[in-house]
């Protein structure tokens, strides 16, 4: 049987390095048009992006990180991946699912990505959220969860297979 979202989510692995290689805007659309159809709590469409392509804006939002957000630096894009508060409890989640969709669909168009979580990180001074949102005016009532950095593929790993995955972690009926 052929499974073609399988063999697409067993290929994608997080990439930290990227070529030189532009995105096209008609390729990130398509990568976006994923994004916003993905699903989220009651149907309140929570979840905005903000797309950075600036090179000098990039180096400035990893900064925004204290631990790990050089990686992002070297990327053509960056997705910041944000969440209005006042549609529920479940931003999180909203943020995660359509973050998830973008990893794949950047897969699909063989662009390297990498989740990079902001949720209770530090910053310089201030939180990492409080430091993107003010670097990018973001208005009160949103939190960013993460970004995603999308480029070239600068580095190759391997992807996984079916043997790789243990089912016992998959239960029936009861745990």
């Not at 994923?34 to 992006?49: K, N, Q």
């Not at 903000?50 to 990327?75: E, H, T, Y």
């Amino acid at each position: 049987m052929t499974n073609e979202l399988f063999e697409l989510a067993a290929k994608r692995r997080s990439i930290r390095r990227y070529t030189n290689d532009h995105i096209s805007d008609d390729v990130l659309n398509e990568i976006m048009k994923v994004a916003l159809a993905a699903p989220c709590s009651f149907g309140h469409r929570p979840v905005e992006f903000v797309i950075v392509r600036d090179k000098n804006r990039i180096i400035d939002l990893a900064a925004c990180k204290s631990m790990g957000g050089s990686q992002i630096v070297g990327a053509d894009v960056i997705i910041v991946v944000m969440v209005k508060l006042d549609r529920g409890e479940f931003w999180i989640e909203d943020g995660a699912i359509a973050s998830g969709y973008i990893l794949l669909a950047a897969e699909q168009y063989n662009i390297g990505a990498c989740w990079v979580h902001i949720r209770n990180r530090t910053g310089r001074k201030e939180s990492s959220d409080e430091e993107i949102r003010n670097l990018l005016n973001v208005p009160d009532g949103y939190a960013v969860l993460n970004l995603i950095a999308l480029g070239g593929k600068g580095e190759s790993k391997k992807g996984y297979s079916e043997s790789d995955f243990d089912f016992n972690k998959v239960h029936q009926e009861i745990f």
